[in-house]
Nanobody, 115 residues
Framework: VQLVESGGGLVQPGGSLKLSCAASGFPFSSYAMRWYRQAPGKGRELVAQISNTGGNSNYADSVKDRFTISRDNAKDTAYLQMNNLQLEDTAVYYC?????????WGQGTQVTVSS
């Protein structure tokens, strides 16, 4: 089982990034997908989640209307489009696959928002 995040980096406030999470080793289309983030000195925060079919999604209030979660089950990949990034969005972003008792994590990708 593997989840590999990519797409992080350094961006100025107001900028955009798109994170990808490539999955392998499990039936991706049967799993809900989540993006979490962890800022320095803080706990891990659920940012967004999407159902296994992609028909339902939810967002933390802090990112609503700025971030969009999506998935492509044909490519076994989940995405997080992040627009209008703010300083407080700086964190390591992790993707997570969840189905019942099965719970898989990626290694994380750093997103730094700085002027």
């Amino acid at each position: 089982v593997q989840l590999v995040e990519s797409g992080g980096g350094l961006v100025q406030p107001g900028g955009s990034l798109k994170l990808s999470c490539a999955a392998s080793g499990f039936p991706f289309s049967s799993y809900a997908m989540r993006w979490y983030r962890q800022a320095p000195g803080k706990g891990r925060e659920l940012v967004a989640q999407i159902s296994n079919t992609g028909g339902n999604s939810n967002y933390a209030d802090s990112v609503k209307d700025r971030f969009t979660i999506s998935r492509d089950n044909a490519k076994d990949t989940a995405y997080l489009q992040m627009n209008n990034l703010q300083l407080e969005d700086t964190a390591v972003y992790y993707c997570n696959a969840l189905r019942g008792f099965f719970n898989y994590w990626g290694q994380g990708t750093q997103v730094t928002v700085s002027s």
